[in-house]
């Protein structure tokens, strides 16, 4: 998205953990994404689609779902349909959070000047904290095909880090 473009983000109650916009303002599809990012993004970009549909299966088996990238199968992610094959691209994500001292705050992440981010780490004891980047923030409409069932998409977030 860029940077002139306005794209509004209401106010984040304190009780959200966090807020992206429902804006469709700024629609891609996936896979002209995938052949426009060039050299630049080649290494970020290997697997992509994959992970994103890795991780969309993930959160909609399994909502609080933080696996491993590897544990649903070829035809378990062949079922996911992201809808028109389109990603929304968004600016801002905003983080509300409580501080050591415990207080609360606020915080936003965008991909072109506030975009690393720390969370607590999944897989090193001996370290506490994971580090990364985020490259871009967006939304997908997405569902599962079920034989015999029709159910609606539904907006899932995404950062790519």
């Known amino acids: 998205v860029g940077f002139a473009e306005s794209e509004p983000l209401p106010f984040t109650p304190a009780e959200v953990h966090h807020h992206i916009s429902s804006s469709c303002n700024f629609p ?3 896979h002209n994404f995938l052949e426009s990012t060039g050299e630049k993004r080649v290494c970020t970009m290997q697997d992509f689609y994959p992970k994103l549909q890795e991780h969309l299966v993930g959160r909609l088996h399994h909502p609080e779902w933080s696996g491993d990238g590897n544990e649903f199968s070829d035809d378990e ?25 415990m207080r609360q705050g606020q915080d936003s992440i965008n991909s072109r000047n506030h975009a690393d981010i720390m969370t607590l780490s999944r897989n ?13 923030i967006f939304h997908v409409d997405v569902g599962i095909h079920e034989p ?5 998409s539904v907006m899932k977030e995404v950062l790519w880090v």
């Open 124 to 136: 090193d004891p001996d370290h506490p904290f994971e580090y990364g980047r985020v490259i871009g």
């Open 28 to 30: 891609v599809h996936i």
């Open 77 to 101: 992610r062949a079922k996911l349909y992201i809808a028109n094959e389109r990603m929304f691209l968004h600016k801002v994500m905003r983080v509300n959070y409580t501080s050591y001292d």
């Open 148 to 152: 015999g069932a029709s159910k609606p």
